[in-house]
C-alpha cells in the first residue's frame, strides 16, 4: 500500500494500461481476456505474482492420481439450503433479497452438469464474516455469506442471497471495492478450481475499481458484470440477476489464476 497514492493517481494508471492495451490491439495483438499479472494498478498483484514461468510437472506422478480425480461432489453432499443464503439462521438478514442464477457453460455453449459451484460475499452493509476482516461496518448475525449448490441438466445454478455492500480496501486513499459475489467452480477435483467474481449492473463504483479494470479488453470485463433479468425476479420477494460463466474460449468468463 502506498498512502499517498490517490484514486485519480490510480485512474490514470488505468487509462495508461487501456490505451497501451489497445495499442497492442491495433498492431494486430490478439485480444487479451485475462488481465496481466504484472497489472500495476491492483498494487498487492503485483507484489505477489509469480515471476518466473510455470514449471512442467509430470501428471503421472504429481499431482497424484488420486488428486486429478476426487472429490467430487454429489447430490447427497450440498443440502437443501446451502444455495439460500438467507436461510441459513434462525433470523432473516439485513438488506436486499436476490436471485442470481445462470448457466456453467463450455466454450462451444454446453451445459456443465453437476458442477459444484460456490459463492462468497460481503452482508448487506460490505462487511465480510471472517476473522481477518479489518473494515468496521456490522456484522448481520442472520448472515454468514457463503452458499453452494450444483448445476442441473441445463447447466443452472442459481442462489437466494443479500445484495453485498460495497467496502473499502486498502489499495490507494479512497479505495472502494465495487459490490461482488466471489464465485467458484470446482470442476471435478481441487486441481481444476476456477475462482472468480460477479458484479452489478450499474455500480457507480465500476469504472474505479483497479480489480476489474485488470481486464483490461472490455467486452471480456463486461462479461463480468450480470444482467438485471424481470424473469429472474420472484414477485414480492428478490430482484434477480442473470449471469453465466463460460470455461473457455473466445467467450470465456476471466478467472483468477493461481487460487
Ligand atoms: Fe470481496
Known amino acids: 500500500m502506498t498512502d499517498a497514492l490517490t484514486q485519480a493517481d490510480i485512474d490514470r494508471e488505468i487509462a495508461a494500461e487501456r490505451a497501451a492495451y489497445e495499442k ?8 487479451e ?8 494498478p491492483y498494487r498487492s498483484s503485483v507484489l505477489r505474482h509469480p515471476k518466473r514461468p510455470p514449471v512442467a510437472v509430470d501428471v503421472s506422478r504429481d499431482p497424484e492420481l488420486v488428486e486429478l480425480s476426487s472429490p467430487v461432489f ?24 436476490i436471485t442470481v442464477s ?6 462451444d455453449g454446453r451445459p456443465v452438469r453437476g458442477q459444484l459451484v460456490e459463492i462468497w460475499q460481503a452482508n448487506s452493509a460490505g462487511r465480510y464474516a471472517h476473522l481477518r476482516e479489518r473494515h ?21 445454478y442459481a442462489f437466494t442471497t443479500i445484495r453485498p455492500g460495497p467496502y473499502p480496501w486498502r489499495n ?10 466471489h464465485f467458484s467452480v470446482f470442476g471435478t477435483a481441487f486441481t481444476q478450481r476456477l475462482v472468480t467474481q460477479m458484479y452489478f449492473p450499474g455500480d457507480p463504483l465500476l469504472p474505479y475499481d483497479p480489480i476489474l479494470h485488470s481486464v483490461t479488453d472490455d467486452a471480456a470485463r463486461q462479461r463480468l458484470v450480470a444482467a438485471y433479468d424481470h424473469g429472474l425476479s420472484v414477485p ?24
Open 102 to 107: 445462470g448457466r456453467l457453460l463450455d466454450r
Open 136 to 156: 468496521d461496518a456490522p456484522l448481520d448475525p442472520n448472515f454468514t455469506g457463503v452458499g453452494r449448490t450444483l448445476t442441473g441438466t441445463d447447466g443452472r
Open 33 to 40: 481476456h485475462h488481465p496481466r499479472r504484472d497489472y500495476a
Open 236 to 259: 414480492e420477494f428478490s430482484l434477480g440477476y442473470r449471469w453465466d460463466i463460460v470455461l473457455d474460449g473466445p467467450r470465456a468468463t476471466w478467472t483468477e489464476e493461481g487460487r
Open 24 to 31: 497492442r490491439l491495433a498492431g494486430g495483438a490478439p485480444a
Open 74 to 97: 454429489g447430490s447427497r453432499d450440498v443440502t437443501e439450503t446451502d444455495n439460500d443464503l438467507t436461510r441459513q439462521h434462525t433470523g432473516e438478514p439485513i438488506g436486499e433479497r
Open 172 to 181: 490507494h486513499v479512497g479505495a472502494w471495492r465495487p459490490a461482488h459475489i
